[in-house]
Nanobody
């Protein structure tokens, strides 16, 4: 199983970005999906999480600015982030618990998001 993230880049303050992550390989299901980030000099932290049942959970820093969406048919997850600030600069990782015979944790390769003018 692999998670392939895309969509990072350079964004101006106040701008928006959409990150996507696709799962490939052989598995039964994925639950939950999540997006994490690692800001410079800080530990990796949750940004948003979504279950297959549609429940979502956001970090306080992301509430009102981020929307996580799961496409179960395509095995993809996206993160729309708006009103970005330089404090959002960091590496963003998609995350998933993938069910085969057991549930195994997987991470995507990380995508750099830089918010700067």
């Amino acid at each position: 199983v692999q998670l392939q993230a895309s969509g990072g880049g350079l964004v101006q303050p106040g701008g928006s970005l959409r990150l996507s992550c696709a799962a490939s390989g052989s598995f039964v299901s994925i639950n939950p999906w999540g997006w994490y980030r690692q800001l410079p000099g800080r530990q990796r932290e949750l940004v948003a999480r979504a279950t297959s049942g549609g429940a979502t959970d956001y970090a306080d820093s992301a509430k009102g600015r981020a929307v996580i969406s799961v496409d179960g048919a395509r095995n993809t997850v996206s993160l729309q982030m708006n009103n970005l600030t330089p404090e959002d600069t960091g590496v963003y990782y998609c995350h998933a618990f993938v069910v085969t015979t057991v549930a195994t944790e997987y991470w995507g390769q990380g995508t750099q998001v830089t918010v700067s003018s």
